[in-house]
């Protein structure tokens, strides 16, 4: 309520950090699963205000339509359906005025107080703050972009272009700006709405292969997938299509996260909860602390219980979610684009469940899985991979001999010094300096009591309790530097 009650951007990190159960408890997460855009939409005279900033006051040679009535609204930006002078029917996607600056505004707050998280509250250093609220800035910087996420869909259209179950909406970029979208209008229903599932003709199971296969090849064929695929954002089409929309938040994989997400698969399925772990160690940079056998275990224990059942009786996206929050309590730090793919189950599972309810997205994953096991094992992507080897060990060999003579020269420079950094060494330098210092006011301490003693052995006019005076004194300062000396000693 405290987050919803800050405005969109606090909206925004809320619905982040639901996603990051490795970086908050999960009772933190659970309520921020509960955040929404609730926002009012903007008057359509403000609609049209942001169109004629951006393509000037001509909008009917570009428009011969713009339906007044929002098609849905949201924190970031509004939609309206329209007509092209062309004849196209399309969908806008505006942008609401001041959102920028009241994006910035936010942010500046949230850097503010992640510093002071940071410096105040050490506990919270090992999640990084500062470093979350930076990639925070970066999703939302793109998020705000729409060129960025007209880009984003035309790499789609293109990964999907041979493939006719799956429709990806053209991009006008004639009619795309910053803060306009122009796309290609969808004909058919959400899957949020309940006329989606119940046009003519449509066969549910046929659907949710469609759509899992679709997700499959972005993950490990692509390595670009979509990052919020909802049942708002899954479009059921005539014929059994499935089309996709809102490419403003996606995520990248490479070779090497692709093929860990495919043996996480495989060892989930055969239950190598080692094996798992493993992939786990190898994604996260590198640490010392981590001990892969209780993490194993860990993993087992959470796991376990859950073996076997379909998706009716168990969620995977959030088993997973809920083990990198075991990861980050044994020292790994997962990388943000892991946890976008966690979180897309979630919300592809939520999918299955609305078409097929007992329908068992591991299994399906699994084929996938070890189709890519079989396609790194094919000779010609072997050989391609050999070939890279040599290519790259080429150009080790022709940069060694300058590499080498640099490292010569560097080190006949007169002014050149090996520098050593041994934590122990610097350790034990400071022992020294310490006891030379304790040995250093011990012979003070006691060239004072020797003095003080000699003194006292001859009379004296001037005395402090019976003692001479200059004696008196040198025991005094003799006894503070003792007691100096004693608290020193214990510090150390």
Same mark, same amino acid.
């Given at each position: 309520?405290?987050?919803?009650?800050?405005?969109?951007?606090?909206?925004?990190?809320?619905?982040?950090?639901?996603?990051?159960?490795?970086?908050?408890?999960?009772?933190?997460?659970?309520?921020?699963?509960?955040?929404?855009?609730?926002?009012?939409?903007?008057?359509?005279?403000?609609?049209?205000?942001?169109?004629?900033?951006?393509?000037?006051?001509?909008?009917?040679? %570009?428009?011969?339509?713009?339906?007044?009535?929002?098609?849905?609204?949201?924190?970031? +930006?509004? +939609?309206?359906?329209?007509?092209?002078?062309?004849?196209?029917?399309?969908?806008?996607?505006?942008?609401? @005025?001041?959102?920028?600056?009241?994006?910035?505004?936010?942010?500046?707050?949230?850097?503010?107080?992640?510093?002071?998280?940071?410096?105040?509250?050490?506990?919270? $250093?090992?999640?990084?703050?500062?470093?979350?609220?930076?990639?925070?800035?970066?999703?939302?910087?793109?998020?705000?972009?729409?060129?960025?996420?007209?880009?984003?869909? $035309?790499?789609?259209?293109?990964?999907?272009?041979?493939?006719?179950?799956?429709?990806?909406?053209?991009?006008?970029?004639?009619?795309?700006?910053?803060?306009?979208?122009?796309?290609?209008?969808?004909?058919?229903?959400?899957?949020?709405?309940?006329?989606?599932? $119940?046009?003519?003709?449509?066969?549910?199971?046929?659907?949710?292969?469609?759509?899992? %296969?679709?997700?499959?090849?972005?993950?490990?064929?692509?390595?670009?997938?979509?990052?919020?695929?909802?049942?708002?954002?899954?479009?059921?089409?005539?014929?059994?299509?499935?089309?996709?929309?809102?490419?403003?938040?996606?995520?990248? &994989?490479?070779?090497?996260?692709?093929?860990?997400?495919?043996?996480?698969? &495989?060892?989930?399925?055969? *239950?190598?909860?080692?094996?798992?772990?493993?992939?786990?160690?190898?994604?996260?940079?590198?640490?010392?602390?981590?001990?892969?056998?209780?993490?194993?275990?860990?993993?087992?224990?959470?796991?376990?219980?859950?073996?076997?059942?379909?998706?009716?009786?168990?969620?995977?996206?959030?088993?997973?979610?809920?083990?990198?929050?075991? +990861?980050?309590?044994?020292?790994?730090?997962?990388?943000?684009?892991?946890?976008?793919?966690?979180?897309?189950?979630?919300?592809?599972?939520?999918?299955?469940?609305?078409?097929? @309810?007992?329908?068992?997205?591991?299994?399906?994953?699994?084929?996938?899985?070890?189709?890519?096991?079989?396609?790194?094992?094919?000779?010609?992507?072997?050989?391609?991979?050999?070939?890279?080897?040599?290519?790259?060990?080429?150009?080790?060999?022709?940069? &060694?001999?300058?590499?080498?003579?640099?490292?010569?020269?560097?080190?006949?420079?007169?002014?050149?010094?090996? $520098?050593?950094?041994?934590?122990?060494?610097?350790?034990?330098?400071?022992?020294?300096?310490?006891?030379?210092?304790?040995?250093?006011?011990?012979?003070?301490?006691?060239?004072?009591?020797?003095?003080?003693?000699?003194?006292?052995?001859?009379?004296? *006019?001037?005395?402090?309790?019976?003692?001479?005076?200059?004696?008196?004194?040198?025991?005094?300062?003799?006894?503070?530097?003792?007691?100096?000396?004693?608290?020193?000693?214990?510090?150390?």
């Amino acid at each position: 309520m405290s987050f919803e009650e800050l405005g969109p951007t606090f909206v925004k990190l809320g619905q982040v950090l639901a996603a990051r159960p490795d970086l908050i408890p999960e009772e933190y997460t659970n309520e921020f699963e509960k955040l929404h855009d609730r926002v009012q939409t903007i008057p359509f005279e403000v609609v049209e205000m942001v169109l004629k900033e951006e393509f000037g006051d001509d909008l009917q040679k %570009k428009f011969s339509y713009i339906d007044p009535t929002p098609l849905g609204a949201a924190s970031i +930006a509004q +939609a309206h359906k329209a007509r092209l002078v062309t004849g196209e029917t399309v969908v806008i996607k505006v942008q609401r @005025p001041g959102i920028i600056q009241t994006i910035n505004d936010d942010l500046n707050v949230l850097y503010m107080l992640s510093e002071l998280l940071t410096k105040y509250v050490p506990e919270t $250093r090992l999640f990084n703050p500062t470093g979350i609220v930076d990639e925070f800035f970066k999703t939302l910087e793109l998020e705000t972009n729409f060129v960025v996420e007209a880009n984003n869909i $035309r790499r789609f259209s293109t990964n999907f272009a041979a493939d006719p179950d799956v429709k990806i909406p053209k991009v006008y970029m004639e009619l795309t700006t910053e803060r306009v979208l122009t796309l290609e209008a969808l004909d058919g229903f959400p899957l949020s709405q309940v006329e989606a599932l $119940r046009q003519e003709g449509i066969d549910a199971e046929s659907l949710v292969r469609k759509g899992l %296969k679709a997700y499959m090849k972005m993950v490990f064929a692509d390595g670009l997938f979509h990052g919020d695929l909802h049942a708002g954002n899954f479009f059921v089409l005539p014929n059994n299509q499935i089309g996709l929309i809102d490419f403003g938040v996606v995520g990248r &994989l490479n070779n090497k996260t692709q093929s860990a997400i495919a043996n996480m698969l &495989l060892a989930l399925s055969r *239950e190598d909860y080692e094996r798992l772990a493993y992939e786990y160690v190898d994604l996260a940079p590198f640490t010392d602390k981590v001990n892969v056998d209780l993490f194993a275990r860990d993993l087992r224990e959470l796991i376990a219980p859950y073996y076997g059942l379909t998706m009716k009786n168990v969620n995977l996206g959030r088993i997973l979610m809920s083990s990198s929050s075991i +990861a980050a309590r044994h020292h790994l730090s997962l990388p943000t684009e892991l946890m976008l793919f966690f979180k897309s189950i979630v919300s592809i599972e939520g999918i299955g469940r609305r078409i097929i @309810p007992d329908f068992d997205f591991l299994q399906y994953a699994i084929q996938v899985a070890n189709e890519l096991v079989k396609h790194q094992m094919d000779p010609n992507k072997a050989l391609g991979e050999i070939s890279q080897v040599f290519r790259e060990a080429k150009g080790f060999i022709h940069a &060694l001999p300058r590499q080498a003579n640099f490292l010569l020269r560097k080190i006949n420079s007169p002014n050149h010094a090996f $520098r050593l950094n041994v934590p122990q060494v610097e350790e034990l330098k400071k022992s020294i300096e310490t006891s030379f210092n304790l040995v250093f006011l011990g012979i003070i301490i006691a060239s004072l009591i020797a003095s003080a003693s000699f003194i006292f052995v001859h009379p004296a *006019e001037n005395n402090i309790l019976g003692i001479p005076t200059m004696s008196f004194v040198q025991y005094v300062i003799a006894l503070v530097l003792g007691i100096a000396a004693f608290i020193n000693y214990i510090k150390k």
